[in-house]
């Protein structure tokens, strides 16, 4: 037996069979063609309007028909339902009110529409019938590429005027192009980055979108969430064509450079992408010209450290050391150096892989290790050049580090880097690699080991009470003779409410006096050194810089921590032995287990007391955790040092109301992912327009409920995939 054509809209049968004059023998034709989409085919044919299909339904479905427009989609309600619900279900939402949501269906029947739309947005959902070409349409116009970047670009600071450096584009392309929204908004990212002072722009995609991150004082911040199809496309296309990369290849990673013109600063740009699950990671290394001219005297070295780098700049041959983990500012601490001892008698020779920063009066040399030009191989021609000063970037190998303490025992100052955890060490790390001994011994002037840390905001640091300060640590900045003191960043606007601006150098540093010698020469282990260059005072180790940092207020103990090692007393009473402590490395905290089964954390801003209370009641009845403040600046305070899941914040509040709280989470803080929700006793669309632009999510208006405060948290939490 033959099985009866089923269309995909098998519930209009009916609503066709009361249009009155319809010749009711079209449906069958229909069926016999096997056209996927009733309403479609006859439509297409010209037996049915629109009207007179909308007009069946509500006599037949009693729903209403709305034919459906742009116009008629307020963003508000479309910023409640993503693009990919409105595509499974064939619908859009047209209207919000506190309670209700109106939704344009193209199918009136669908039940697992409504409860979906409805466990979304926390309201009951009114169904208006529209076609399916007319929401399809619709759904075209709002969620195209550019109409959605172009929303974006609203939602963030115009960006910076932005020149790439050698484009091969003619000025009428780039005239044509500069409109285009893709790259008004990869110039938005970028400028907003630089303005910021950020080392690397992350795009990160994941299953339902993707993130846009900077890294600021060595912290990864969210500053922009954008659609995948968006950001893993035109957007990273984009930026393939700025750094000259293979757009069409999305199957290995690639590297590329590009230089920028922005406010009329050079900056360039290092690009990196690679293929993950849901699309090309991109990172961009900003290569800030300020970067590499910083004074030293601006490194914020101890007087002690200063001092004996500025010994070794004296010398008149030898090699300097400087080593850390990558991001711990080598590079920087070079170029510094660099440019200290810079001048019209000084040939001095860099060579580097890559050259990140060009410098004025000194000759830098790309390493190119498929051309042949390898550290060994570059450093062999510098030593023709008749060099006074050579900075070899890293000291990868045996061969360059032989050429390099030969360079440093013939008459030329070397600096270079390494990577080990600690000063001592590097002189093992060096052994290994296979140099000798006499060459070692002789060669070093001396060793640094340094890491970055946050500074503490200036414009809100503060003391510590000594009762908060563990008594041992306070009693080991005696011992070297400190002041007991700590500080830390309440946090401000100045800082973004975070407590920190800026970074600083934590740095050991070894001085090989002639005694270190002796013993590298005798084969002697690291801990024999470390014994002997404490007690000669060569040795300032991490500890001891970490603690001369807390105590001037420059970092506070949540940044120095991992680098501070207190001896262990037998008894209470028992001083600190600086000396003793300092023999072992530094020991890494473990981080904290994440409890099983956490509960989601609710921030609750609220300066009404009883109101505070209330919402914490339903919540914390609902299961969740919660957190509260009296105003916008506690709550800013707190999310800076822990965001919660999700935040519900009045709109009035002394200090800081809830409006100038929503931009500082989402643009200060870079918090794009936690759901706001908003209560207010304002139930004017102005008001409301505001909050949305300005990043909430959705609104309550009070007085209100209990089961519609849970509905809207719920909802926020599901659409965002913190709970099921």
């Not at 034709?29 to 085919?41: D, N």
């Not at 069946?56 to 479309?78: D, G, H, I, N, Q």
């Not at 995948?228 to 069409?248: E, T, W």
């Amino acid at each position: 037996m033959t099985e009866t054509w089923r269309f995909n809209d098998e519930w209009a049968v009916k609503a066709v069979a009361a249009v009155p004059g319809l010749d009711q023998d079209a449906v069958a034709r229909c069926r016999a063609e096997k056209k996927p989409s009733l309403l479609g085919a006859l439509m297409d044919s010209g037996a049915l309007t629109p009207a007179q299909i909308g007009k069946a339904v509500e006599a037949v479905f009693r729903t209403r028909y709305c034919p459906l427009s742009v116009e008629k989609v307020e963003r508000f309600a479309l910023s409640l339902v993503p693009e990919r619900v409105c595509r499974k279900y064939g619908l859009l939402p047209l209207k919000l009110s506190d309670n209700d949501i109106e939704i344009a269906v193209s199918n009136p029947l669908d039940t697992d529409a409504q409860g979906d739309i409805e466990a979304m947005t926390g309201r009951r959902a009114i169904l208006s019938y529209s076609t399916a070409k007319e929401v399809e349409a619709v759904v075209e116009q709002l969620f195209s590429a550019d109409k959605v970047i172009y929303d974006l670009l609203n939602k963030v600071e115009a960006p910076d005027e932005i020149q790439v450096m050698g484009s091969a584009e003619t000025a009428a392309d780039a005239s044509d192009k500069v409109s285009a929204p893709v790259i008004i908004l990869v110039n938005s990212i970028i400028s907003q980055a630089y303005r910021k002072r950020s080392s690397d722009i992350h795009i990160e995609h994941e299953e339902h979108g993707s993130q846009v991150r900077i890294r600021i004082d060595g912290i990864l911040k969210n500053v922009m969430s954008l659609p995948r199809h968006i950001a893993a496309g035109p957007l990273v296309s984009r930026i393939k064509i700025m750094a000259d990369l293979d757009v069409s290849n999305h199957l290995r990673p690639q590297d590329g450079r590009t230089k920028i013109l922005i406010a009329g600063s050079e900056v360039g740009l290092r690009v990196s992408t690679l293929p993950t699950a849901y699309g090309e990671k991109v990172v961009m290394r900003i290569l800030d010209q300020r970067a590499a001219e910083v004074p030293f005297e601006k490194l914020g070295f101890a007087p002690e450290v200063s001092k004996v780098l500025e010994d070794c700049l004296e010398a008149p041959q030898g090699i300097l050391l400087v080593t850390g983990p990558t991001g711990s500012g080598k590079t920087t601490t070079l170029y510094s150096v660099l440019n200290k001892t810079r001048s019209e008698g000084t040939n001095i020779v860099t060579v580097e892989d890559p050259i990140e920063y060009k410098l004025s009066g000194i000759n830098q040399v790309q390493v190119n290790e498929k051309q042949g030009l390898t550290f060994s191989a570059v450093l062999r021609s510098v030593l023709r050049q008749d060099p006074d000063i050579i900075m070899v970037g890293e000291i990868r190998d045996r061969e360059t580090a032989d050429i390099a303490f030969q360079a440093a025992m013939t008459g030329h100052m070397v600096f270079s880097t390494l990577h080990t955890n600690d000063a001592v060490s590097t002189i093992s790390r060096l052994m290994d690699m296979g140099v000798d001994r006499f060459k070692v011994a002789p060669g070093l002037l001396a060793i640094t080991a340094q890491r970055l840390v946050r500074r503490i905001c200036p414009a809100c640091a503060e003391r510590v009470p000594d009762a908060g300060v563990d008594p041992a640590l306070l009693e080991a900045m005696g011992a070297y003779g400190f002041p007991k003191a700590v500080f830390r960043g309440r946090g401000c606007k100045n800082c973004d409410g975070g407590g920190y601006a800026g970074r600083t150098s934590i740095v050991e540093i070894l001085n090989v006096t002639a005694k270190v010698k002796e013993l590298i020469n005798s084969g002697a282990g690291d801990a024999e050194i470390v014994r002997a260059a404490l007690e000669q005072k060569a040795l300032r180790t991490m500890t001891h810089d970490a603690l001369w940092h807390l105590s001037q207020g420059h970092s506070d103990l949540a940044e120095l921590a991992p680098y501070i090692t207190l001896e262990k007393r037998a008894s209470r009473d028992q001083a600190p032995a600086p000396a003793a402590a300092e023999a072992a490395p530094a020991a890494q905290p473990a981080p904290a287990a994440q409890p099983a089964g956490r509960k989601p954390v609710v921030m609750v801003a609220e300066d009404d007391a009883i109101m505070r209370m209330l919402v914490r009641k339903f919540l914390e009845g609902a299961g969740y955790a919660v957190r509260e403040a009296v105003d916008g600046e506690e709550a800013l305070t707190s999310m800076a040092a822990e965001a919660p899941d999700l935040l519900v914040s009045d709109i009035n509040m002394p200090r800081m109301n809830g409006l100038e709280l929503v931009k500082a989470v989402r643009v200060s803080l870079g918090i794009t992912d936690m759901p706001i929700i908003m209560l207010t006793t304002e139930s004017d669309d102005k008001s409301q327009e505001l909050a949305f632009s300005l990043g909430a999510d959705d609104y309550i208006i009070k007085p209100f409920k209990a089961n519609i405060v849970m509905a809207r948290v719920n909802a926020a939490l599901r659409r965002r995939g913190f709970i099921k």
